[in-house]
C-alpha cells in the first residue's frame, strides 16, 4: 500500500457541486501539503500544515478549503466547483525540522484527476 | 521571494546519449535545498536527487547527477546514458526557510521539462 494515499483517483463533476479530495499518510509525518498541477504551470502550493492545529494558505487558495482530521489525514475541499479548477491535485507529506540528514524532500500521493464541467 | 526557472518546455535526446536539464534559481535564503522530480505519464511524482546548498560535492545517485553551481544559481539535472524510460515530465525545486529559524519550508517548484527519450 501506498504510505500516502489519495481518493478519489479520478473524478469529473459539474460546476457548482462540492466536491472533497481525501489524504491519509502513514508515514507519521507531521507536515501535508496540498499542490495543484497545470499544464506549463507546474506544482503550485494551495494549502499547507504543518501540524494538526496549523493551518496556512499557499499561493493559490481562493475557492478551496481544508480540514487536517488529524496527524494523518488532510482533506481538500471545492466548496463550489468551477472549470478553471479542472487540475490533477497532489497531497504531500514531509518529516519536520533541518537536522542533517533530513532534506525536507516531499513524498507525494499518486494524484487526484479531477474534472470540472 | 523564492522563484524556480525551467527554461526548456521540451528535449529530446538520444538512447544512450547524456542530457542536460537546465533549472536556476533565485532565493535570499542562505540555507536551501534543490530537488529534481520525475513525472512520467502515469502521474506519480518520483524524487530523483538532493542538493543542499552548504554541500561541498556536486550529488549523484546513479544516472543521475546535479550540477549545482552556487555563484549562478543553477542546478541542472545530467542523466548520463538516457533510456527509453527517462521519457517524463522533470521538475526542479527549491525548499526554502518560511521563518528564521528555518523549521518551517516549503517547496517551490519550476514549470517542468518534458524529456523524450527517441530509440
Known amino acids: 500500500d501506498a504510505d500516502v494515499t489519495q481518493t478519489p483517483r479520478n473524478r469529473i463533476t459539474k460546476t457548482g457541486k462540492r466536491i472533497m479530495l481525501e489524504c491519509s499518510q502513514t508515514?507519521?509525518?507531521?507536515?501535508m501539503y496540498w499542490y495543484r498541477q497545470d499544464p506549463g504551470l507546474g506544482l503550485r502550493l494551495i494549502y499547507y500544515?504543518?501540524?494538526?492545529?496549523?493551518?496556512n494558505k499557499g499561493e493559490i487558495s481562493d475557492g478551496y478549503s481544508v480540514s487536517r482530521q488529524a496527524q494523518a489525514k488532510f482533506s481538500l475541499s471545492l466548496e463550489s466547483a468551477i472549470p478553471n479548477q479542472t487540475a490533477l491535485y497532489f497531497c504531500?507529506?514531509?518529516?519536520?525540522?533541518?537536522?542533517?540528514?533530513?532534506?525536507?524532500?516531499?513524498?507525494f500521493g499518486e494524484g487526484s484527476r479531477l474534472t470540472v464541467l | 521571494a523564492q522563484k524556480i526557472t525551467q527554461t526548456q518546455p521540451g528535449m529530446f535526446v538520444q538512447e544512450k546519449e547524456a542530457v542536460t536539464l537546465d533549472c536556476t534559481y533565485d532565493t535570499s535564503d542562505p540555507s536551501y535545498g534543490l530537488f529534481w522530480y520525475k513525472q512520467p505519464s502515469s502521474g506519480e511524482m518520483i524524487f530523483l536527487i538532493y542538493?543542499?546548498?552548504?554541500?561541498?560535492q556536486n550529488a549523484t545517485e546513479g544516472r543521475y547527477s546535479l550540477n549545482f553551481q552556487k555563484a549562478r544559481k543553477s542546478a541542472n539535472l545530467v542523466i548520463s546514458a538516457s533510456q527509453l524510460g527517462d521519457s517524463a515530465m522533470y521538475f526542479c525545486a527549491m525548499r526554502a526557510a518560511m521563518n528564521s529559524g528555518g523549521s518551517n519550508y516549503k517547496l517551490t517548484f519550476g514549470k517542468g521539462t518534458l524529456l523524450t527519450v527517441n530509440p
Open positions: 500544515s504543518f501540524d494538526v492545529k496549523d493551518i
Open positions: 508515514k507519521g509525518h507531521d507536515r
Open positions: 504531500a507529506t514531509s518529516d519536520p525540522g533541518l537536522a542533517t540528514t533530513n532534506t525536507g524532500e516531499l513524498f
Open positions: 542538493q543542499g546548498s552548504y554541500d561541498q
